[in-house]
């Protein structure tokens, strides 16, 4: 039996990392992605690999540097992402293009790369690591919530157009998860004259609140394993709280208005 090779994208902390060692532990050929190496010269968990999912180029080499070195790519995990937030009118649109570049374009700029080589085994597996946010516009998250649910519904697309060359896509929607986000997110910042500055700065403490305290990590890692074990991956798949998962259950059968009141009273709006 062949040992499978997984890249993780954005693979040197987080979420990512965490699915690496899990997958490590069971066995598979991992390499990460990182956009700078020399930020992570300890890094001994696998290999990690110079790569921006933002520059079309620098994804090809990275790319081509794995199938140099390991000569096909099993599993893709599509995991590097970035965090944003703050009132729609006030965020600045350079920074707006930033999260969709990173968040939407990156993932189909590594997805585009690898599934030549797919095609050629006749066989591959893309996971596409979204959020529970992208199923709902979230005050003061919608950029961030448009872009993973961009990246959900072209994963729909997708799955139905390469599904005649072995090749499976499937995407992971995790809720909040302890892990470095919080720090490298993109904020808006409070405008103390602001008309939102109350409302934001508020809502903030709550999003930074949820991720300090989410649930481990290695939760999704296990999700994963279950992607790359299963025969027919299905399109979704959600790892979260019970509340959290619950939340697209009601979204889903409650009136607009009344599932607007209730996001409204959980932000205290």
């Known amino acids: 039996m062949i040992q499978k090779t997984v890249l993780i994208t954005g693979g ?9 060692l899990y997958l490590v532990a069971k066995g598979y050929t991992v390499y990460g992605t990182t956009r700078s ?36 790519i099993d599993v893709l995990i599509n995991n590097a992402g970035v965090g944003i937030t703050g009132p729609i009118e006030e965020t600045p649109h350079q920074e707006i293009l930033g999260a969709f570049d990173t968040n939407f ?4 700029h590594v997805i585009k790369a690898v599934l030549p080589q797919m095609r050629k ?10 959020s529970l946010a992208g ?38 929607a995790p809720g909040d998860f302890a ?14 004259n602001s008309p939102y500055n109350e409302a934001y700065s508020s809502t903030l403490q709550q999003i930074n609140q949820g991720v300090n305290s989410g649930e481990d990590p290695i939760i999704v890692a296990k999700a994963v394993l279950k992607i790359i074990t299963s025969k027919r991956p299905r399109v979704h798949y959600k790892v979260g709280t019970f509340t ?6 009601l979204k889903a059968i409650l009136p607009d ?13």
């Open 37 to 72: 190496l020399t930020r992570h010269t300890n890094f001994t968990s696998y290999p990690l690999l110079e790569m921006d999912v933002r520059n079309l180029e620098s994804v090809r080499k990275a790319i081509a540097k794995l199938l140099q070195k390991e000569g096909r």
């Open 105 to 108: 374009n990156g993932p189909l």
């Open 121 to 130: 085994q006749k066989a591959g597996l893309i996971i596409n690591i979204t």
């Open 135 to 172: 199923y709902m516009g979230l005050p003061y998250r919608g950029i961030y919530s448009a872009t993973k649910s961009a990246l959900e519904v072209i994963t729909e697309a997708l799955r139905m157009e390469v599904k005649d060359f072995g090749v499976h896509i499937a995407n992971l």
């Open 244 to 249: 959290q998962r619950f939340s697209l259950v």
């Open 12 to 20: 040197s902390s987080g979420i990512g990392k965490s699915i690496g």
């Open 179 to 192: 892990t470095n986000i919080a720090a490298g997110r993109y904020h808006s910042p409070v405008v103390e």
């Open 257 to 269: 208005k009344v599932f607007e009141k209730m996001i409204l009273n959980h932000y205290k709006l």
